[in-house]
């Protein structure tokens, strides 16, 4: 049976069936790959997580296997709303990783789901249903639960990361420069741009 370290289980703060399932995707697309945790800025993960789906633990699971974490600037969303994520890493290639629509079936049905349903939080849960459908996760074979493809042709260009900033000329508080705008000749901050937090921060669907 797999295992997942407890820890992983106190950093999401919860124990449900979908950090674990991610965090088997990061173990997985790690041995894929042939690498180790990202140590610095190695891997990036494309999560196809869009928002509001109770599956999206999975990026915290993804996040505790392989290090690549949004504080490192490593994962993002693609706003599919899949549970599936591509994980590239520099030399190595890609492979994406989506959850079977067989497995994601057999955990329907599950006590856990009816008490989420009428709007119980997974930590309000009774502990053995919890425990019984994460140890459906566990005990199920890589192939039960994932569907993978290595990717190739699959092209990626990390952001060079920069330590430039600047003195918003209206609040003076440091910005990093790629994000300074120009209002009326000064160089600001968004937000004292004038444009509205949402234009910057709305996920891009494409
Ligand atoms: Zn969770
Ligand atoms: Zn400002």
């Not at 199920?140 to 260009?157: I, R, S």
Request: charged share 25%; glycine share 8%.
């Amino acid at each position: 049976m797999f295992e997942v370290p407890q820890w992983a289980y106190e950093f999401h703060g919860h124990e449900c069936p979908f950090m674990p399932i991610g965090y088997r995707m990061g173990t997985l697309a790690l041995e894929k790959l042939g690498v180790g945790r990202s140590k610095n800025h190695e891997m990036h993960v494309f999560s196809e997580m869009g928002i509001a789906h109770p599956q999206g633990c999975m990026q915290d699971g993804i996040m505790a296997s392989t290090s690549a974490t949004f504080g490192k600037n490593l994962i993002e969303r693609m706003y599919y709303g899949k549970v599936a994520a591509t994980f590239w890493y520099p030399g190595k290639g890609a492979v994406r990783i989506f959850l079977r629509n067989e497995f994601s079936d057999s955990l329907s049905p599950h006590e856990f789901f009816k008490y989420r349903k009428k709007g119980v939080e997974p930590s309000e849960i009774p502990h053995e249903v919890r425990q019984d459908i994460i140890n459906m996760v566990l005990r199920a074979t890589n192939d039960e639960l994932f569907k993978v493809e290595m990717l190739p042709d699959f092209q990626y260009e990390p952001p060079k990361s920069s330590f430039n900033k600047a003195k918003c000329e209206v609040c003076g508080e440091y910005v990093f420069e790629r994000y300074l705008r120009v209002k009326d000749g000064k160089k600001v901050c968004i937000s004292c741009s004038g444009h509205s937090k949402d234009e910057f921060t709305r996920p891009k669907v494409k």
